[in-house]
């Protein structure tokens, strides 16, 4: 017994340091070293303050600003509390939250087309995603315009040149990331003006 | 379905079948003794540990020795849990987690499985996460592919006392395969946007001016070992759907790969140390036909969108501007096809990460994570579990070929006997005993914490039992699991599904390893041909599939055909 407790022990102790602190700790090293903005969790500054990170979708709800998708985190993009509805397919409370959603959204954007791109209406996996598809920023292109007093073109040109393709051309789906569209929007068009 | 999403999973097989015989080559090598950068750390250690690396191993004394590192590395997660609130790396201050958790946890780790009941990052220190969980993803990933060398071993030795040593084995699968691979994975995860930090939470002033409290960590290094352990205990609540697990489609891809890598290469190194290759690549076929059905059925289902929600105004048509289809749960940068690869990957490996909340899958996609965990998890499976449980599978299937030829099963120059028959069915039959036995108790004792009502509430019910025994660790998470009930339920799972195999396994190996191998004959059934790669497969299939089909029809399928009909619940 004592000469199988042996390596037992010996293995936990050396394993613990190898794998637990100086893995974790040299990656870190490396990695603060050769990708500090990355290794920090891509924050994104303005004038010296954090306004967010570029990875984490943030709450929008004025009506001058494109919006992101539902989110179950927290009380809506809780970026410490990160989680899904994780409701069935077959559930009434999805169901019924996605038909409110259909409605408010249609309230809001009276020129749109009736049918809502679904990545608008249904809650993220995360409840974090940075993203909206093309076909969710252009659905919001009227609303936008009309708030912001701009051509409904110039927007869908600035919604195509910020959309990000596939990666490596293959790999993933097209897609927008809110916050730097929302960025945009206010570097060309303040709401102020 | 759209062609470029079949593209993304053609791309995928066709990296791992490149990366299969690389892989499996190296860790031939590797376990052979033939790599040996490192000797100078090993010889030191293994002194300390009382034995050296020519020391060769009974399989009892190999199984005690696992079994008594388990204890000790389970022991020793539990005590971080209980006293993190005490220890440094905590920067958000977060306290002792309760003792069912704990407990809960170091059964989840310590068996590869990596349930989470806990919330990463509302729940577990910095420390915990490092010294406690990546450890254990580390070594308990590490004992997965020593039992599978050990069976290989079993299967390739002649008249031989021992089936290697438990010691050297793990070491080397840490410090030849394991730690380099993920130095470098980790650091390309980095590069391509996972933080990687020991910084505390960051305050953001949003571009509304509200108050964004952004969790951070040394994320990258635990993705890393995660995947390629085949883990899946995420750092985040939702895991590899969380933006700074896994930021783009090409860490996805990184993922994926990582998941799949050592469980294919072991096929190969099964195949080179029993001195053919193509007995490997055999196993490798009939686990590819399986998961390529999975693929296929699941992303099907999922690209058709929810009749429920196009009825209320949800557009899910694939255009040029959206993939479309079933949206809750799942992340833009992903759509459809990435997130259901990477669910079929993640249970057919017995990985547990996830991309897409699985709770929100469509039934018949929902069922497909279910029923590959169901099958034992053969399809490539557990960083070494999935091949020691895919040889069970494979004596049972030459012993039913042997039944019907009227000859003694042979396999791979071995003679199957009773005893291995005995023992395979043992472990066979852990699993249904486990799931079925567990989780009516759990359905009697603990329906509250259901939370969906209707055909799907039994689902997440079965999909938790289910994922515990096979140590998968992904779930239906809207179950409310971490109750003192279930915690306790599933962890006994847990230590079921993984020790009720691993020691029939074992001494598998040693009754193999000291039998004289047997000549081919006119009379041997080839175990390389198509025809046992179908009998393999339909193996499988229908013994998961006789055990599992009546609950399966009350769940996924019921819910199904409810769906089609209009009913909600």
């Avoid at chain 1, 993203?131 to 659905?139: K, N």
């Avoid at chain 2, 920067?91 to 990463?120: E, I, K, M």
């Amino acid at each position: 017994m004592l000469s199988l407790l042996r390596p037992a022990l010996v293995l936990t102790g050396v394993m613990t340091v190898v794998t637990g602190l100086a893995y974790p700790l040299a990656v870190t090293g490396l990695a603060e070293t050769l990708f500090p903005r990355q290794a920090g969790g891509s924050l994104v500054h303005d004038n010296g303050t954090v306004i967010g990170s570029d990875l984490i979708g943030q709450t929008f709800t004025r009506p001058g600003y494109f919006q992101g998708r539902p989110s179950a985190a927290g009380t809506g993009y809780d970026a410490a509390n990160s989680s899904g509805s994780n409701l069935g397919p077959s559930s009434r409370p999805l169901v019924d939250a996605v038909a409110e959603r259909v409605n408010t959204l249609r309230a809001a954007n009276p020129d749109a087309p009736a049918q809502v791109p679904v990545d608008l209406v249904t809650a993220s996996a995360s409840g974090l995603d940075p993203h909206i598809t093309p076909a969710a920023a252009l659905w919001q292109v009227p609303r936008i315009a009309r708030e912001r007093r701009l051509p409904a073109p110039a927007l869908r040109d600035l919604i195509h040149e910020m959309t990000e393709g596939r990666d490596l051309g293959l790999l993933g789906e097209p897609r927008v990331n809110v916050l730097r569209l929302n960025r945009a929007l206010d570097a060309r068009w303040p709401l102020s003006s | 379905m759209d062609a470029n999403g079949i593209l993304q999973i053609v791309v995928f097989v066709a990296l791992i079948c490149l990366l299969t015989p690389v892989i499996g080559g190296y860790m031939t090598r590797v376990y052979d003794g033939r790599i040996t950068a490192l000797r100078w750390l090993e010889r030191p250690l293994y002194r300390l540990c009382g034995t050296t690396d020519t020391e060769d191993q009974h399989w009892t004394r190999y199984a005690g020795t696992l079994l008594l590192f388990t204890l000790a590395g389970a022991l020793l997660l539990y005590a971080l849990q209980r006293v993190q609130g005490l220890l440094p790396f905590n920067p958000a201050g977060l306290g002792a987690v309760a003792p069912d958790l704990a407990f809960n946890t170091a059964a989840s780790f310590a068996t590869n499985t990596n349930w989470q009941s806990y919330g990463g990052e509302t729940t577990l220190s910095y420390l915990t996460q490092m010294a406690g969980l990546t450890v254990q993803n580390f070594v308990s990933a590490a004992s997965g592919m020593a039992v599978a060398v050990a069976l290989i071993r079993g299967f390739a030795r002649r008249s031989a006392s021992g089936i290697g040593n438990f010691t050297v084995d793990l070491t080397r699968s840490v410090l030849y395969v394991l730690l380099p691979l993920c130095v470098v994975g980790a650091l390309a995860l980095v590069a391509l946007g996972v933080p990687q930090t020991l910084a505390p939470y960051a305050e953001a002033t949003t571009l509304e001016g509200a108050k964004q409290t952004i969790a951070l960590g040394p994320v990258a290094s635990q993705m890393m070992i995660k995947h390629l352990g085949t883990n899946g205990g995420g750092f985040f609540n939702v895991n590899a759907a969380h933006p700074f697990e896994n930021p783009n489609a090409l860490t996805n891809l990184i993922h994926m790969t990582a998941i799949f890598l050592i469980g294919a290469g072991l096929t190969n190194t099964f195949g080179r140390m029993v001195g053919d290759m193509r007995q490997g690549w055999a196993l490798f076929a009939s686990m590819g036909i399986l998961f390529l059905i999975g693929v296929a059925v699941a992303y099907g289902a999922e690209s058709a969108g929810n009749p429920a929600l196009t009825a209320i105004g949800a557009d899910q048509a694939l255009s040029p501007w959206q993939p479309g289809g079933a949206m809750e749960g799942k992340e833009v940068r992903f759509g459809i096809a990435a997130s259901m690869l990477f669910s079929v990957v993640t249970t057919a490996a017995s990985c547990g990460a996830v991309v897409a909340m699985h709770d929100s899958l469509m039934p018949l996609a929902g069922m497909v994570p279910l029923v590959n965990m169901m099958l034992g998890e053969v399809i490539i499976g557990g960083v070494g579990a999935g091949l020691y449980g895919m040889m069970l599978f494979v004596l049972l299937a030459v012993f039913i070929a042997g039944l019907m030829v009227g000859r003694t099963p042979e396999y791979v120059g071995k003679k199957i006997e009773a005893r291995e028959i005995t023992l395979a069915m043992l472990a066979v039959l852990a699993f249904p005993a486990c799931i079925l036995g567990l989780g009516a108790t759990a359905l009697l004792l603990g329906a509250g914490s259901l939370q969906d009502a209707g055909p799907h509430g039994l689902s997440e019910l079965l999909y938790a039992y289910v994922s515990a025994t096979a140590n998968n660790g992904s779930a239906f998470a809207g179950f409310g699991a971490n109750t003192v009930l279930h915690n306790t339920l599933l962890g006994l799972a847990m230590l079921i599904g993984r020790f009720a195999v691993i020691v029939p396994v074992l001494a598998i190996a040693g009754a193999l390893a000291a039998r004289r191998p047997v000549p081919v004959s006119a009379g041997t059934f080839p175990t390389h041909s198509g025809l046992f790669i179908t009998l393999l497969t339909l193996v499988v299939v229908i013994i998961g599939g006789l055990t599992f089909f009546p609950v399966l029809a009350l769940g996924p399928l019921a819910e199904h055909l409810s769906l089609a009909a209009g009913l909600l619940f």
